[in-house]
């Protein structure tokens, strides 16, 4: 299984930036599916998540600018940030759970995608 990562890049803030993410291999079903990100200096944090029935959660420091969503068709997972800060500079990652065979669960976590908000 493979979480391929979109859509980062460099932004002014107040900017807007669209990440996507799509799994693919011998996936059998996914959960959740969720961004974290990394701060410099900073540990990860959930910024989004969503699970296969649709129950969306969000970072604190989200407050109504970013919003989730997935099509289970395609095993993807996108992320919609909008009024971005140059405090959201961070490499956003990409994670899914995954059950690759009936009966087991696994995590699994894209590469990452740089975010740079400047100022």
């Known amino acids: 299984v493979q979480l391929q990562a979109s859509g980062g890049g460099l932004v002014q803030a107040g900017g807007s930036l669209s990440l996507s993410c799509a799994a693919s291999?011998?996936?059998?079903?996914?959960?959740?599916m969720a961004w974290y990100r990394r701060s410099p200096g900073k540990q990860r944090e959930l910024a989004a998540s969503?699970?296969?029935?649709?129950?969306?959660d969000f970072g604190d420091f989200v407050k109504g600018r970013f919003t989730i969503s997935r099509d289970n068709a395609k095993s993807t997972v996108y992320l919609q940030m909008n009024s971005l800060k140059p405090e959201d500079t961070a490499v956003y990652y990409c994670?899914?759970?995954?059950?690759?065979?009936?009966?087991?669960?696994?995590?699994?976590w894209g590469q990452g995608t740089l975010v740079t908000v400047s100022s």
């Open positions: 969503i699970t296969s029935g649709g129950i969306i």
């Open positions: 291999g011998s996936i059998f079903e996914i959960h959740a």
């Open positions: 994670y899914a759970r995954i059950r690759t065979t009936p009966g087991s669960f696994d995590d699994y």
